[in-house]
């Protein structure tokens, strides 16, 4: 299936590792130029190298911490200096949290805020204006099971993935008549670097190995009985940003191998 997304340009923030990473890949793989970002700017100018020459596609690479106003602002600029505007936007940066909600302190939440939250608000509020010349665009947040059903070690990342999907659904309302298509992504267990470092660390002189105790979390979890490949997840998310998902307006998809045990 040709999805019709050759030439265009794609900014997936947190896109040097895991489901980005494979988000920015699926893009580059379909001819869609990209600008990525994430905190560390030596291995985002590695992916960024990689990718380029993979796939022949342009790649701008800003390091920048999405959590912070005036990085995603630069992040912008950036983006309208080397492509003029952009089609695609990818919110993706974000990570697991762990607390109880008596013990965390107010800078822990705010900080999952303008992690999850603003740094969605910010970059879509700057790109949408920049879309809509170009006919248009998508803007999916990659938001988590837990947004629904929550893991209890996390409440803050729960309750902040929860607010994301919110967004998203606000944000779809305001912005398809302008052509822009709002969704969420709910992914469920995603075998990425970070949850096998997770694992390795938490399986350290045991008798367990890291990948038993991966594949214990998967068959207490997921119908599925195994993690998704970051690729499983970019492929749905590539799909759902092309024009061939021109109908699929704020809603939020689940991709988590069953583990959603109500909808
Ligand atoms: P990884 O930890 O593998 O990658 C995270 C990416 O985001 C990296 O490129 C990282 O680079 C970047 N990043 C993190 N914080 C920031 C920041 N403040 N500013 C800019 N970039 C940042 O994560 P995953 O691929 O596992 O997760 C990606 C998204 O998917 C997250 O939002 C996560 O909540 C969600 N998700 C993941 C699931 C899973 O099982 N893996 C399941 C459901 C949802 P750097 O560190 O250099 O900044």
Avoid at 132 to 140: D, E, K, N, S, V
Avoid at 163 to 186: D, Q
Avoid at 200 to 219: H, M
Wanted: proline share 5%.
């Amino acid at each position: 299936m040709d999805l019709g997304l050759t030439g265009k340009v794609a900014v997936v923030t947190g896109g040097s590792v895991g489901i980005g990473l494979a988000v920015a890949r699926g893009f580059a793989a379909e001819g869609v130029h990209l600008a990525l970002c994430a905190r560390n700017a030596d291995r985002l100018a590695g992916v960024a190298d990689t990718i380029r020459a993979e796939f022949g596609v342009k790649v701008l690479a800003v390091p920048a911490d999405v959590a912070v106003a005036a990085d995603t602002d630069r992040l912008v600029q950036a983006v309208q200096d080397e492509y003029g505007g952009a089609d695609i936007l990818f919110n993706n940066a974000g990570t697991g949290s762990e607390e109880t909600i008596l013990n965390a302190p107010d800078e822990k939440w705010q900080h999952y805020w303008e992690l999850h939250v603003m740094a969605a608000v910010r970059l879509s509020r700057s790109l949408a204006p920049l879309m809509i010349p170009r006919g248009g665009g998508a803007i999916l947040n990659n938001a988590s099971i837990c947004a629904t059903q929550p893991l209890g070690y996390e409440p803050i990342y729960n309750v902040t993935k929860a607010a994301l999907v919110m967004f998203s659904k606000c944000l779809a309302n305001e912005l398809i008549p302008h052509g822009i298509r709002v969704n969420a992504l709910n992914p469920g267990l995603v075998r990425t670097p970070d949850w096998e470092k997770t694992a390795r660390i938490l399986t350290e002189g045991r008798a367990q190995t890291w990948e038993q105790y991966l594949q214990t979390i998967a068959d207490e979890n997921a119908p599925i009985g195994r993690f998704a490949t970051p690729e499983e997840i970019a492929d749905f998310a590539v799909f759902l940003c092309s024009p061939r998902a021109s109908y699929a307006v704020g809603s939020t998809y689940y991709v988590d191998g069953g583990w959603l045990r109500v909808t």
